[in-house]
């Protein structure tokens, strides 16, 4: 079992920044490639970011490339996600997920584990 808790999210004005964490516990942290996804209202879930147990390999969807920064913290546990020049196309809960292996993927179905969401709000 994996219990995963996001915080830092909140309302922000078009082209500011926020950094979001997620507060790992349970199995092993530092051997698991982690991800960020994100699901707006009426939407699929998104894939935004991966890192893998190292953090030497990261994966970043198209629409953040360049904008937000994925990374960990395996001594604390702790996954962040830091997210600049935000746009109001990046209002979403974003969820912190823990996979079954311990390199970067892109499948939804290896991610095993998810927090509760995080509200992400960027206002125009």
């Known amino acids: 079992q994996v219990q995963l808790l996001e915080s830092g999210g909140g309302l922000v004005q078009a082209g500011g920044s926020l950094r979001l964490s997620c507060a790992a516990s349970g199995r092993s942290f530092s051997s698991s490639a982690m991800g960020w996804f994100r699901q707006a209202p009426g939407k699929e879930r998104e894939l935004v970011a991966v890192?893998?147990?190292?953090?030497?390999?990261?994966y970043y969807g198209d629409s953040v490339k360049g904008r937000f920064t994925i990374s960990r913290d395996n001594a604390k546990n702790t996954l962040y996600l830091q997210m600049n020049s935000l746009k109001p196309e990046d209002t979403a809960v974003y969820y912190c997920a823990a996979s079954k292996y311990r390199s970067t993927t892109t499948a939804t179905a290896d991610f095993d584990f998810w927090g509760q969401g995080t509200q992400v709000t960027v206002s125009s």
């Open positions: 890192i893998s147990w190292t953090a030497l390999s990261t």
